[in-house]
């Protein structure tokens, strides 16, 4: 394979623009065409990973395979390319001066003073080549965090212009996004901003090759014209970002834009083949067009202010609701919310759901209220899905309601319970330091059959992704199996709990993984696809029970009349 190429995509005028959707729907594009393509994220932020950042900061912190706890643009890419990241595809500056002073107390650099240039941007450049220089990929994108402009992203921008001139023409290009803000008092698109942003860039030495403008109208010729004329980039290299209906339309308004073609012009790649986009388009056309009316889905959290929190959530309940033909309506609720209310006033809040999924999380907050929730789904049949601390949660409520065992708990929560039925690992107990040290990445998990769990699998060994800290109690295990607990999955190498689920209950399943994770566009999860279609099911029970309900009102009313 010849050697790899880098597509550097740079952030101008304000955040939130999207960077992470544009490199993910560039790379799908460039994926269609036939070629190996791998996204990569750089974060200026000095935390070493997300790991220990409440979610309120940045949004959910995405797990890959291999462990690695990463920014929520990693699921992006995921979702998008439908391939696995890992490590390597998530620098901080926290990891790169981490590397750098390492390196300095191990006396790598031989006495020299240790400087930001080079050994800063030395170690950036390191990172980001790792992935194109690992033989597996063609083209690298390096999403570049922040903007332009910045002085946490300072030294990416140097690494850029070094790189541009180290990997010779043709082999690197530098996108930039930026923002055509509307006036309404003027009635236009003014491009003054995104000049200062492209000035600013060159100010430290580097040239965007590709405009790509996010904006809320159309962009005319005469103002392509203008911006390739004070940008210096071709007009053809001008791309038009409009805002979209949801970000799965986003690449084909980029191939409209025909950016795919651009991107491989200027790096002297071959077109190939034209992306073809079927699935893609078949999967929109669905999400768009569903053909079998919606279904509600009650989200149970303590983040639901910030609904980034559960992002791959929510993209999970997506694809599975395209599967099944439905729109899923998702109903965010605070789970501090339910801590004080009565059952009746419970039913109130949930009773016109189809389904509950009780979300992950750490800490006391709002736990109570989950087990609430927990309660009504499970005491009035309503399809139930928990992940990790969800799971836990159902574990703790079924302890309390079924097994009555009084105080029953989780020791996270209450380190003095005489029911832990929930606790930490043996292995963590003596770990003092936060970041990293979780249960993360890829586990083995033995799925038991004649059970609901394998009946969605269908297959006896899967493996899935973790991020806790506290388990199961195996000393408990029998007495919930002998009162109708099901345990249907099981991590062989450590007699771990990994799924549990409820006998006489029409879909009740907690799992203490995160399938959410490995959930794409073309391959949404079979777990994520199974509780939409029983609470579609569920649905049409309920509507039939109304409607039989309406038809004996009526009834009951002629009769009066008569």
Request: proline letters at 4%; charged letters at 25%.
């Amino acid at each position: 394979m010849a050697k790899a190429k880098y597509i550097f995509v740079t952030g101008g005028v304000a955040s939130s623009l999207g960077k992470g959707i544009l490199s993910a729907s560039l790379g799908r594009l460039l994926m269609e065409r036939g070629y190996k393509v791998t996204i990569q994220k750089l974060d200026p932020y000095i935390n070493v990973d997300p790991g220990t950042l409440n979610p309120y900061e940045h949004g959910e912190c995405f797990v890959t395979e291999d462990g690695a706890e990463t920014d929520l643009d990693l699921g992006h890419y995921e979702r998008f390319l439908d391939m696995p990241t890992s490590r390597a595809n998530n620098v901080t500056t926290g990891r790169i001066y981490l590397n750098v002073i390492n390196k300095e107390r191990k006396g790598d650099y031989l006495g020299k003073t240790v400087q930001v240039i080079p050994h800063i941007t030395d170690e950036i450049k390191r990172c980001i080549t790792q992935l194109g220089n690992s033989g597996k990929f063609e083209i690298v994108i390096t999403e570049i965090g922040g903007t332009v402009g910045d002085i946490e992203s300072l030294p990416y921008i140097e690494a850029v212009r070094q790189l541009k001139w180290e990997l010779g023409p043709s082999n690197s290009i530098v996108l930039h996004l930026t923002l055509l803000p509307f006036l309404k008092t003027s009635g236009e698109l003014k491009t003054k901003p995104t000049q200062h942003s492209v000035k600013m860039l060159l100010e430290s030495g580097v040239q965007c090759d590709i405009l790509a403008c996010r904006t809320e109208y159309s962009i005319d010729s005469d103002i392509r014209k203008k911006l390739a004329l004070f940008c210096n980039v071709e007009e053809r290299a001008v791309i038009e970002a409009i805002d979209a209906d949801t970000i799965y339309d986003v690449p084909l308004l980029l191939r409209k834009e025909r950016l795919d073609e651009v991107v491989l012009d200027k790096l002297q790649l071959p077109h190939r083949k034209d992306p073809a986009l079927k699935e893609w388009k078949s999967f929109l056309h669905q999400l768009k067009n569903p053909e079998k009316g919606l279904v509600k889905i009650g989200l149970i959290g303590k983040y639901v202010e910030l609904k980034d929190s559960y992002l791959s959530i929510n993209e999970a309940l997506v694809h599975a609701a395209v599967k099944n033909k439905v729109k899923a309506e998702v109903f965010w609720f605070h789970s501090e919310d339910f801590e004080n209310l009565s059952p009746e006033n419970i039913a109130a809040e949930l009773n016109d759901l189809d389904g509950l999924l009780v979300a992950p999380g750490f800490g006391s907050r709002g736990i109570e209220g989950k087990i609430n929730a927990i309660r009504y789904a499970r005491e009035n049949q309503i399809p139930f899905f928990g992940i990790c601390l969800g799971m836990q949660c159902a574990v703790i409520e079924f302890a309390r309601d079924v097994l009555k065992l009084k105080n029953a708990h989780s020791t996270e929560m209450d380190p003095a319970t005489p029911h832990p039925v929930i606790t930490l690992q043996p292995g963590q107990k003596n770990i003092e330091n936060k970041g990293g040290t979780m249960r993360l990445g890829l586990y083995k998990c033995a799925v038991v059959k004649n059970t609901k769990t394998f009946e969605i699998y269908n297959e006896s060994v899967v493996f899935e992704r973790h991020r806790h800290r506290y388990e199961f109690n195996n000393d408990y295990k029998e007495r919930f199996q002998n009162a109708g607990l099901i345990i249907s999955g099981i991590n062989p190498e450590q007699d771990l709990v990994e799924i549990v689920e409820l006998k006489n209950h029409p879909w009740f399943i907690g799992v203490q993984f995160h399938p959410e994770y490995r959930s794409t566009v073309t391959h949404p999860h079979s777990l994520f696809v199974y509780f939409i279609k029983a609470a579609s099911i569920e649905r049409a029970r309920r509507l039939a029970t109304t409607s039989e309900k309406r038809g004996l009102r009526t009834k009951k009313n002629k009769a009066t009349l008569l």
